[in-house]
């Protein structure tokens, strides 16, 4: 009995040191993209120290390719193949947008502030952690409203305060056309130890969990 005790709590220990392993592990990731007349980008995730690898390659106008290799073991999930263009309406897109923007407003009417204040920190701290180390993007936009090119702007200045000084970050906002233009390089790497301990200290923050027991009553 002893022995098959020590057994079962040696299996469960070795189960937790891999699952521990598991989480430190980081997921490295990298991404290139650019938008001039077409677009295109390229995408790779690998976990494990490339024994679990993804990528992802889409260009305009052609179904997504979707890779994963395991343990060397290359899998094809998509065919290549042409994808017709697809027309829409300028005044649906409208219609669309102006819809997006009043149940969004309503939507965040709803939250209590203490909630949108520890939501926006999670937020924060989640981009933080997953910001690329190597990063490069130069973006040319502007949309049909001035006042969407501005927002975006905006929250480009909130999150990025050195943004006009940085080589890495160069935008262009245009205000008086629609246009999307540009390219963008980055590598980085996740941890989803830090990201759960992250949403754990929100969950518990004061207020949230109140908050959460709200929504699921409404």
């Not at 027309?87 to 819809?99: A, G």
Request: net charge positive.
């Amino acid at each position: 009995m002893g022995l098959f005790l020590f057994i079962l709590i040696s299996f469960f220990l070795i189960l937790l040191i891999l699952f521990a392993m598991l989480l430190l592990i980081p997921i490295v990731y990298s991404v290139e993209a650019a938008k001039e007349e077409h677009y295109c980008f390229d995408t790779k995730i690998s976990w494990l120290g490339n024994i679990i690898h993804v990528q992802v390659n889409k260009e305009e106008h052609q179904k997504m390719d979707f890779f994963i290799s395991i343990i060397g073991l290359h899998i094809p999930l998509h065919d290549r193949k042409k994808v017709p263009k697809r027309s829409r309406k300028e005044e649906r897109k409208k219609q669309e947008r102006k819809r997006t923007k009043q149940e969004l407003k309503k939507y965040f009417s709803f939250f209590q502030r203490s909630f949108l204040d520890q939501a926006f920190l999670l937020l924060k701290k989640v981009l933080k952690h997953i910001m690329p180390k190597k990063f490069y993007l130069h973006l040319i936009y502007g949309f049909e409203d001035p006042a969407d090119t501005g927002m975006l702007t905006g929250l480009f200045y909130l999150l990025f305060p050195n943004i006009s000084n940085s080589d890495m970050m160069k935008i262009n906002p245009v205000f008086d056309e629609e246009r999307i233009q540009g390219e963008l390089s980055m590598k980085g790497r996740i941890i989803l130890a830090v990201l759960i301990y992250y949403f754990l200290q929100f969950y518990f923050a004061q207020g949230v969990r109140q908050m959460i027991k709200k929504m699921r009553n409404k």
